[in-house]
């Protein structure tokens, strides 16, 4: 059964890249990243590839890729170029789909167009990535609230970080969320150790089909 997951989390270098490959791999899923800012070093479509170790027909070329690294809205302006919502529609392919936002639910993509906005005319689950470092509390629920005020569907949050249960418990009750699980800093990120950390701390079935 194929799924599609649109990734997003509370911050930009927050480690979205680094699940969207650990749930790729494990669903065998596509990846697409819409808007790469910034390609001075290894976009997150590479380090998606790198990770997965899958073939290129899983990837989806970005729809934009910007030179600089900085908000999507910004890094188009300085190329005099305005993001179009219409060049930003799903890919029909057969099998699953992940997605990866950039940055935050927030950051806009021109000056009338958050993320968020886009996430809400795809309509398919979100899955929140959120640190565990101190915070979190307030960010996560902040990025629970955008995305429900625009009616997004919030499929569950991921963690990335070192054990904070109390955090964790704080953010699933007030926030009314599911935990979808808690990926851990890993002290070297490669296929096997985050294959491993995936299947050690996630259910798969939580993400067999949406
Ligand atoms: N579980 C982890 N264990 C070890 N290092 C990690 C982990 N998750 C992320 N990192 C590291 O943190 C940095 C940022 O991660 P990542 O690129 O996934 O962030 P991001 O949220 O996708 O950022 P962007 O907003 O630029 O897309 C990278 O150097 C990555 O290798
Ligand atoms: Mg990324």
């Given amino acids: 059964m194929s799924a599609c997951f649109i990734i997003t989390g509370t911050d930009t270098g927050i480690g979205k890249t680094i699940f969207a490959a650990a749930l790729a791999q494990a669903v065998g899923a596509a990846y697409w990243k819409p808007v790469q800012a ?3 070093r290894e976009t997150d479509t590479q380090i998606v590839a790198r990770l997965t170790g899958h073939a290129s027909g899983l ?7 910007l030179t600089l690294p900085a908000s999507p809205h910004a890094a188009a302006a300085h190329e005099n170029i305005s993001i179009d919502p219409e060049k930003l529609k799903l890919p029909c392919i057969e099998g699953s789909l992940i997605v990866e936002g950039a940055g935050g639910v927030l950051v806009p993509l021109k000056r009338d167009l958050a993320f968020a906005d886009v996430f809400a005319r795809w309509n398919k689950p979100v ?9 979190t509390i307030n960010h996560t629920l902040l990025s629970l609230e955008a995305l429900r005020f625009r009616n997004v569907p919030v499929h569950g949050v991921v963690f990335i970080g070192d054990e904070e249960s109390e955090t964790i418990a704080t953010i699933a009750k007030i926030g009314r969320i599911k935990v979808l699980g808690r990926l851990p800093f890993l002290a070297q990120v ?14 798969i079935t939580d993400f067999e089909r949406a």
């Fill in 190 to 203: 490669n296929g096997e150790l985050l294959s491993q950390a995936f299947s050690n701390h996630f259910s």
């Fill in 38 to 40: 910034g390609l001075d």
């Fill in 59 to 65: 990837f989806i070329p970005e729809a934009y890729r």
């Fill in 127 to 135: 899955v929140l990535c959120a640190r565990t470092a101190l915070g």
